[in-house]
């Protein structure tokens, strides 16, 4: 009987250890996986932060978020991450279907990013972002629909944090969305008031700056216009360097030209 409840012991305190052993083991890949996946993050954010120097670091960054993607298919992040290059590039290609199809996945991406978590504010500016540009491409119709949808995953990511950057980049969206928008979905005063609260948010936000000149430009405001894209392009620190070297900046010398 001793022998017997000894023997039970012994594989009692095996099991045991092979648990705490499986244990540590788990632990231990989820901890390796988790540092990868910053890492990735670190390196695709650097890499994106160069696009203006060269646009095959947009390439480079898309695979480092796609094994993000595939090592953690629950990591929202990842997934609005990987629909953000996407867009990037989508922004450089020519030919208008390979376009469309690029916004379609940022779109399918950034809406799995808020399925898994509906809070996600990055997701739901991507979302927003994505069915604006689908609408700038699509008939009538179908831009109708795609605007509504914009304007109500933009709107959320505001309400969800309106301090968030995506947030005050959802702010300048909707302002293109109501100041270039037909009737009835034109606004005006509404365009006005979110460029004004973007600019406010982030004074070295280019394209907020742009977009509130653009604004100005339309309500026959010229000497605020004026105003406004050269405080845009004296802007020392822009937020996002990359945007404002290749768009925001050429923008504005080119709505100052006009206005001039």
């Known amino acids: 009987m001793q022998k017997r409840h000894t023997c039970l012991n012994t594989r009692f305190f095996f099991a045991c250890y092979m648990f705490f052993f499986l ?37 480079k960054a898309e695979a480092l978020y796609e094994e993000a993607v595939r090592m953690a298919p629950d990591n929202e ?17 020519k030919d208008k279907a390979r376009r469309i199809k690029m916004v379609e996945r940022t779109v399918a991406l950034a809406e799995e990013s808020i399925a898994i978590n509906p809070e996600s504010v990055g997701g739901l500016y991507w979302a927003g972002t994505g069915y604006a540009r689908l609408a700038d491409m699509s008939g009538i119709l179908s831009a109708l629909k795609q605007v509504k949808l914009s304007k109500k995953y933009l709107h959320q990511a505001m309400e969800t944090d ?15 969305i109501y100041s270039e928008a037909p009737w009835p979905l034109k606004d005006m005063d509404q365009a006005l008031k979110l460029a004004k609260w973007a600019v ?7 394209i907020a ?21 050269e405080r845009c392009l004296a802007i020392k620190k822009p937020m996002y360097v990359w945007d404002a070297i290749l768009y925001d900046w050429p923008g504005a010398k080119g709505v100052l030209e006009g206005i001039k």
């Not at 632990?27 to 095959?56: T, V």
């Not at 700056?209 to 894209?229: C, F, N, P, Q």
Request: hydrophobic content about 40%; charged content about 35%.
């Open 200 to 206: 406010e948010k982030d004074p070295n936000l280019t």
């Open 162 to 176: 309106e301090n968030n950057r995506f947030a005050i980049l959802s702010g300048v969206i909707l302002a293109a």
């Open 77 to 93: 992040e990842a997934k609005w991450r990987l629909g953000e290059i996407i867009f990037k590039k989508a922004e450089e290609e």
């Open 209 to 229: 700056s742009l977009r509130l000149g653009k604004i100005y430009v339309a309500d026959g405001k010229k000497d605020m216009a004026k105003k406004e894209l």
């Open 23 to 59: 244990y540590l083991t788990v632990c231990g890949f989820a901890d390796e996986k988790n540092e990868r996946i910053s890492e990735i993050f670190e390196q695709g954010w650097a890499l994106e932060g160069q696009m203006h120097l060269d646009l095959a670091n947009l390439d």
